[in-house]
T-cell receptor, first 116, second 112 residues
Framework: DAGVIQSPRHEVTEMGQEVTLRCKPI?????LFWYRQTMMRGLELLIY????????DSGMPEDRFSAKMPNASFSTLKIQPSEPRDSAVYFC??????????????FGEGSWLTVV | KNEVEQSPQNLTAQEGEFITINCSYS?????LHWLQQHPGGGIVSLFM???GKKKHGRLIATINIQEKHSSLHITASHPRDSAVYIC??????????????FGSGTQLTVLP
């Protein structure tokens, strides 16, 4: 299996531009997570989907951020308009759902976003 | 107070040394994860455990549910083990058993 695939790996954009990050979860996984990592705040959960449905988006910082999962094999995280403080590494992760014992979560390699 | 605390924040060791990284948490959890993040940024899941002990190669992870504490051990450390090790817990709260709360990470440097 190719693992969780994210694109782009790196993006530099100007303030005010729209940014779209993409994620393909591992086939058969029905939980998908978007995380943001910064030096100041570490790793933070932005939004969590289960069976393509957003379950918890309380971590989405503001209305400029939106996420969609139109099908089981694709998700996007969009920032519009982007601001310099959005510069971070954005990770997508997926896991199988099931039980309270938890499941191993598989991370993509991250999308490094720089907003200038 | 953070719900997940790791120690130490930074650790430098000589090749071959036995290494221990600690993680304490203050809430009920369904599972604890140890993650490894290399300088290139990619995150790899090392272990997911809810009780006892797991071993994979030179890595050993233990958890004590009563004491709310976990340790990650590396035996015969090697420079390629240099990375940030992150402890994360799945909280026992309604609707969020599968979400993770992260520790701040331990930066490990193993010198040749």
């Amino acid at each position: 299996d190719a693992g969780v695939i994210q694109s782009p790996r790196h993006e530099v954009t100007e303030m005010g531009q729209e940014v779209t990050l993409r994620c393909k979860p591992i086939s058969g996984h029905n939980s998908l997570f978007w995380y943001r990592q910064t030096m100041m705040r570490g790793l933070e959960l932005l939004i969590y989907f289960n069976n393509n449905v957003p379950i918890d988006d309380s971590g989405m910082p503001e209305d400029r951020f939106s996420a969609k999962m139109p099908n089981a094999s694709f998700s996007t995280l969009k920032i519009q308009p982007s601001e310099p403080r959005d510069s971070a590494v954005y990770f997508c992760a997926s896991s199988r759902t099931g039980g309270l014992g938890g499941n191993t979560i598989y991370f993509g390699e991250g999308s490094w976003l720089t907003v200038v | 107070k953070n719900e997940v605390e790791q120690s130490p924040q930074n650790l430098t060791a000589q090749e071959g040394e036995f290494i221990t990284i600690n993680c304490s948490y203050s809430v009920g959890i369904s599972a604890l994860h140890w993650l490894q993040q290399h300088p290139g940024g990619g995150i790899v899941s090392l272990f997911m455990l809810s009780s006892g002990k797991k071993k994979h190669g030179r890595l050993i992870a233990t958890i004590n549910i009563q004491e709310k504490h976990s340790s990650l051990h590396i035996t015969a450390s090697h420079p390629r083990d240099s990375a940030v090790y992150i402890c994360a817990v799945s909280l026992l709260s309604s609707g969020s058993a599968r979400q993770l709360t992260f520790g701040s990470g331990t930066q490990l440097t193993v010198l040749p």
